[in-house]
């Protein structure tokens, strides 16, 4: 896409810039991880028995592996790679695992290898990419790097397809659909919750999705997580409690909190810009004056990706 300096309100274009070659590329994004997908690295070129060399291994803010997989341009079989070291990750838990605890120092918590992600990153894609991708569950992100050491970074849309309209006769073009995770579901989350429980999540849940149309839900086996391009707040449910605590992220560890509804994560817990939490519970007085409140802390969380 072209991107735009204005000076003294004139237009100056700036000029796309290569990387000489793709090593330059990892190198650069493994050491941003952390700030351009909220991932934690682990390692790169690690090299496996059987399944290759992997380019780069890394966990996200949910414990979910993630392997990640470059093109400084646009090439055939990446995916394909992808997909062979996402399999290793599968048949290999315990050497992940082990990976992990040596390359991150206090790592807490279970690795969800139910729910492994794959990760590419070049400039195009095809549209036999875009379907393989929809078919791996894989997320494609495509980068342009400009002369000023600037990067523009944004998701692939996935492929479209043709639908016919059997009373018509005419054809429109339309996204196909992900199939849903098979994760535990929302109602599995909240199975024997108490109904008031799942009253105040459904508030909360509507609210948080009407801040805006970009904002994503997806589950894992143990929250219910939104994101943009980043996750900005875990929620899980504590079903003995009857209580919901949300793990929440904030830019620069702060958060307006009047109200002192939350609490800091301790540093120690390693869980980089997830850094606070709050505790909810049911309200028979004042709940929407409280789910007001913790709307406002969530927005905030939201910002924190933008």
Wanted: glycine share 4%.
């Amino acid at each position: 896409m072209p991107l735009f300096r204005f000076e003294k309100g004139k237009a100056q274009r700036i000029r796309n810039k290569e990387f000489p070659n793709e090593i330059e590329l990892h190198k650069l994004i493994d050491r941003n991880l952390r700030e351009l997908f909220g991932l934690r690295y682990i390692k790169d070129e690690y090299i496996t028995d059987k399944h290759g060399r992997i380019e780069t291994l890394a966990i996200d803010e949910a414990n979910r592996p993630v392997v990640i997989e470059y093109k400084k341009n646009k090439e055939s079989g990446q995916l394909t790679q992808a997909n062979r070291y996402i399999t290793w990750v599968k048949q290999n838990p315990d050497s992940f695992e082990l990976l992990v605890r040596k390359n991150i120092s206090k790592f807490d918590g279970k690795i969800d290898f139910f729910n492994p992600r794959i990760i590419c990153f070049a400039q195009e894609y095809s549209i036999d990419d875009k379907c393989l991708a929809l078919a791996l569950n894989a997320e494609l992100w495509k980068y342009r790097y400009y002369e000023n050491d600037t990067m523009t970074i944004i998701r692939e849309e996935e492929p479209e397809q043709l639908i016919r309209n059997k009373s018509t006769g005419k054809t429109s073009i339309e996204k196909i659909k992900r199939e849903s995770r098979s994760a535990k579901s929302i109602e599995e989350h909240f199975e024997g919750a108490s109904e008031l429980l799942i009253g105040l999540f459904q508030k909360i849940n509507e609210r948080i999705l009407d801040i805006s149309a970009d904002i994503e839900i997806y589950t894992t086996n143990a929250e219910i997580i939104y994101k943009t391009s980043l996750n900005f707040a875990y929620l899980a449910v504590q079903k003995k409690n009857n209580a919901l605590r949300i793990l929440l992220r904030s830019e620069n560890g702060k958060l307006n909190d009047p109200l002192a509804l939350t609490e800091e994560i301790p540093k120690t817990h390693n869980y980089g810009k997830i850094t606070h939490q709050m505790h909810v519970s049911p309200r028979k007085d004042n709940e929407e004056e409280l789910i007001n409140d913790i709307i406002n802390i969530i927005s905030q969380s939201y910002t924190a990706t933008q």
